[in-house]
């Protein structure tokens, strides 16, 4: 055992230091290999960044109240006599002067160029009661100030400043027929809410034509646990039949949808590059095994077995994959990792967010290389440890 062994890493060592020699095909496989990781983790960190966005917006002590069956906020309708009926629902938190901690708002979709392209999007502008911002975790305003109740006055989220143009504090911006003064930048923990534009509920509704009805309802709960009593009481209540739900399973839902889209893109296409990176592979590892094979057959002859040769060949596959896998992953770092992007969310609005990637990505990043690295290596590996010493020596 000891033997075979010593055996295993001294045709180990032989084949590593000799990669040097077929130095162009070498490289050719850990650029192929490189290119995969980075086209795999490009999606990948897509993804997570936009699930971070969205799925980050939302806390188990906040409700969120849709019409039955609705997906997104744009899709549902709620009444101003089903408001008042939540208002008095079990496990609504009040505050210090007795009335309920809940923000009735309307979520309508806008026109914004984009500074990159220049070309429209969608954006969405949010009508928000007079919790609408306490009941959002980190909202701060960085310029300018809160807009003011009554006002055709504005605050646009810093993710949406920083994507598209024309919205600078002080700024006048056209929605429709009406004009809107933008009056303040603000922050919400780098959250979902930070691509959005805020303004006064009732003067949305005006100017909307939409008097009598929101969207949806945010409501503070006086413990997590409550969600369930005010669920219950909703379904009871003919009048009422809505959906409620935890702000945090919402955007749950909401972010999982785009992410799981965007890795079904990401997969198929690294797997198909993984294939021509595969056919590299085992073309340099073919080489290798017969430029080596009069020093295969050499030490065949004086007493090695074949399984070192088919170790030491495996060993070598797997060291250019490795290369390739940690030089993709560190190009995909540098290039991608904390690009601002936007793409289209469930409510068909503009999200903005940052590439973002992670320990456990780079980790599949150079699963996948490896993979590559061990099929590219197998057969090359099978023919060396099964070449016939005479024939080794004639090559």
């Given at each position: 055992?000891?033997?075979?062994?010593?055996?295993?890493?001294?045709?180990?060592?032989?084949?590593?230091?000799?990669?040097?020699?077929?130095?162009?095909?070498?490289?050719?496989?850990?650029?192929?290999?490189?290119?995969?990781?980075?086209?795999?983790?490009?999606?990948?960190?897509?993804?997570?960044?936009?699930?971070?966005?969205?799925?980050?917006?939302?806390?188990?002590?906040?409700?969120?109240?849709?019409?039955?069956?609705?997906?997104?906020?744009?899709?549902?309708?709620?009444?101003?006599?089903?408001?008042?009926?939540?208002?008095?629902?079990?496990?609504?938190?009040?505050?210090?002067?007795?009335?309920?901690?809940?923000?009735?708002?309307?979520?309508?979709?806008?026109?914004?160029?984009?500074?990159?392209?220049?070309?429209?999007?969608?954006?969405?502008?949010?009508?928000?009661?007079?919790?609408?911002?306490?009941?959002?975790?980190?909202?701060?305003?960085?310029?300018?100030?809160?807009?003011?109740?009554?006002?055709?006055?504005?605050?646009?989220?810093?993710?949406?400043?920083?994507?598209?143009?024309?919205?600078?504090?002080?700024?006048?911006?056209?929605?429709?027929?009406?004009?809107?003064?933008?009056?303040?930048?603000?922050?919400a923990g780098g959250s979902?809410?930070?691509?959005?534009?805020?303004?006064?509920?009732?003067?949305?509704?005006?100017?909307?034509?939409?008097?009598?009805?929101?969207?949806?309802?945010?409501?503070?709960?006086?413990?997590?646990?409550?969600?369930?009593?005010?669920?219950?009481?909703?379904?009871?209540?003919?009048?009422?039949?809505?959906?409620?739900?935890?702000?945090?399973?919402?955007?749950?839902?909401?972010?999982?949808?785009?992410?799981?889209?965007?890795?079904?893109?990401?997969?198929?296409?690294?797997?198909?590059?993984?294939?021509?990176?595969?056919?590299?592979?085992?073309?340099?590892?073919?080489?290798?095994?017969?430029?080596?094979?009069?020093?295969?057959?050499?030490?065949?002859?004086?007493?090695?077995?074949?399984?070192?040769?088919?170790?030491?060949?495996?060993?070598?596959?797997?060291?250019?994959?490795?290369i390739g896998g940690l030089?993709?992953?560190?190009?995909?770092?540098?290039?991608?990792?904390?690009?601002?992007?936007?793409?289209?969310?469930?409510?068909?609005?503009?999200?903005?967010?940052?590439?973002?990637?992670?320990?456990?990505?780079?980790?599949?990043?150079?699963?996948?290389?490896?993979?590559?690295?061990?099929?590219?290596?197998?057969?090359?590996?099978?023919?060396?440890?099964?070449?016939?010493?005479?024939?080794?020596?004639?090559?």
């Amino acid at each position: 055992m000891r033997s075979l062994l010593l055996q295993v890493m001294a045709v180990t060592s032989i084949n590593l230091r000799s990669m040097g020699q077929r130095r162009w095909l070498s490289l050719s496989t850990v650029i192929a290999v490189a290119l995969v990781v980075i086209v795999l983790l490009a999606f990948l960190a897509m993804a997570n960044g936009f699930q971070r966005t969205i799925a980050g917006a939302g806390t188990d002590d906040i409700a969120i109240v849709l019409r039955a069956g609705s997906q997104a906020e744009i899709n549902s309708t709620v009444s101003r006599d089903q408001v008042r009926l939540i208002e008095d629902g079990p496990g609504i938190a009040r505050g210090s002067d007795g009335k309920p901690l809940i923000s009735p708002e309307l979520y309508l979709v806008v026109d914004g160029l984009k500074r990159s392209t220049r070309t429209k999007a969608n954006l969405p502008l949010r009508g928000t009661g007079e919790q609408g911002a306490t009941l959002r975790k980190g909202v701060a305003i960085t310029s300018g100030r809160m807009f003011s109740r009554g006002s055709n006055e504005v605050v646009v989220g810093k993710a949406l400043l920083r994507e598209f143009e024309g919205f600078e504090p002080g700024s006048t911006v056209s929605f429709g027929a009406t004009r809107w003064t933008v009056v303040g930048v603000f922050e919400a923990g780098g959250s979902v809410f930070e691509s959005e534009i805020w303004a006064d509920l009732p003067v949305v509704q005006s100017l909307f034509n939409r008097n009598n009805i929101v969207q949806t309802v945010r409501a503070r709960l006086t413990a997590p646990a409550a969600l369930s009593a005010l669920r219950t009481y909703s379904d009871k209540d003919p009048r009422l039949k809505l959906d409620v739900k935890s702000e945090a399973a919402y955007f749950a839902e909401q972010a999982s949808k785009t992410s799981d889209l965007i890795q079904k893109l990401g997969w198929p296409l690294a797997i198909a590059m993984a294939l021509g990176a595969l056919a590299g592979a085992l073309n340099t590892m073919y080489s290798s095994v017969a430029a080596r094979a009069t020093e295969i057959a050499t030490l065949r002859a004086i007493g090695f077995g074949g399984f070192p040769a088919f170790v030491g060949t495996l060993a070598e596959s797997l060291s250019l994959a490795a290369i390739g896998g940690l030089l993709g992953a560190a190009a995909t770092y540098l290039i991608f990792d904390g690009v601002t992007a936007s793409t289209l969310g469930g409510n068909f609005t503009q999200v903005v967010f940052d590439f973002k990637l992670s320990g456990w990505l780079i980790a599949e990043g150079v699963g996948l290389a490896l993979v590559v690295g061990l099929v590219g290596g197998l057969f090359p590996a099978i023919r060396a440890a099964r070449m016939p010493i005479v024939a080794g020596l004639y090559a």
